[in-house]
């Protein structure tokens, strides 16, 4: 079945590093493939999309590219900041759905020092 | 605006107990979801509805869980004989339509511990 495998966590970077957190992934077909992140106290959230092979998605300074050939959906930031502080899910619709059905990965808790 | 409202925050229940939990979307939503997420792991869908029917429950794990939205807004996820097992965060998704198109809206979650 589809599946979604995130790099294992947490990650601790200091303010303005680089960000990558990986993500791959295993469907049937080409998804739309989304990052929704979920910040202290607060409900998870969309925070970018690519619903196509080479679209690139992007939102607050966070971009991630859809790449078929390596089945990958990476999320990056050039300079990340304390408010970045928050946990991030990779996810895809489950079974070729073409509703809300998502299926997440784990999670990568990401943790910014000042 | 308002988001999703998940009522009550935290549950505390014994092992056989019933319990309910509730979920109120964002006005105007049409489609609804339940998810469970274990610590440590992302959500698991349960069942979502579109308007009052329950278009897909493939995710409830067995027969003591139900979920039901009468009147096509607020639902409310029923749980009979609750077991440890079933300690986690439930969270509610709320969105315009049930298209894929449409981001899910959820709610801060009700953590459920079964003792």
């Known amino acids: 079945g589809d599946s979604v495998t995130q790099m294992e966590g947490p990650v601790t970077l200091s303010e303005e590093a680089f960000l990558t957190i990986n993500c791959t992934y295993t469907a049937t077909g080409y998804p739309s493939l989304f990052w929704y992140v979920q910040y202290p106290g607060e409900g998870l959230q969309l925070l970018l999309k690519?619903?196509?092979?080479?679209d690139k998605g992007s939102n607050k300074g966070f971009e991630a590219t859809y790449r078929k050939e390596t089945t990958s959906f990476h999320l990056e930031k050039g300079s990340v900041q304390v408010s970045d502080s928050a946990v991030y899910f990779c996810?895809?619709?489950?079974?070729?759905?073409?509703?809300?059905?998502?299926?997440f990965g784990q999670g990568t808790i990401l943790t910014v020092h000042p | 605006g308002a988001g999703v409202s998940q009522t009550p925050s935290n549950k505390v229940t014994e092992k056989g107990k019933y319990v309910e939990l509730r979920c109120d979307p964002i006005?105007?939503?049409?489609?609804l979801y339940w998810y469970r997420q274990s610590l440590g792991q992302g959500p698991e869908f349960l069942i979502y509805?579109?308007?009052?029917?329950?278009?897909?429950d493939s995710g409830l794990p067995n027969d003591r869980f139900f979920a039901v939205r009468p009147e096509g807004s607020v639902s409310t996820l029923k749980i009979q004989r609750t077991e440890r097992g079933d300690s986690a965060v439930y969270l509610c998704a709320s969105s315009w339509t049930g298209t894929g198109e449409s981001p899910l809206h959820f709610g801060n979650g009700t953590r459920l511990t079964v003792t």
């Open positions: 006005s105007g939503h049409t489609a």
């Open positions: 509805f579109q308007g009052t029917g329950a278009a897909d």
């Open positions: 690519a619903t196509k092979a080479d």
């Open positions: 996810a895809l619709p489950a079974g070729g759905t073409s509703y809300g059905k998502l299926t």
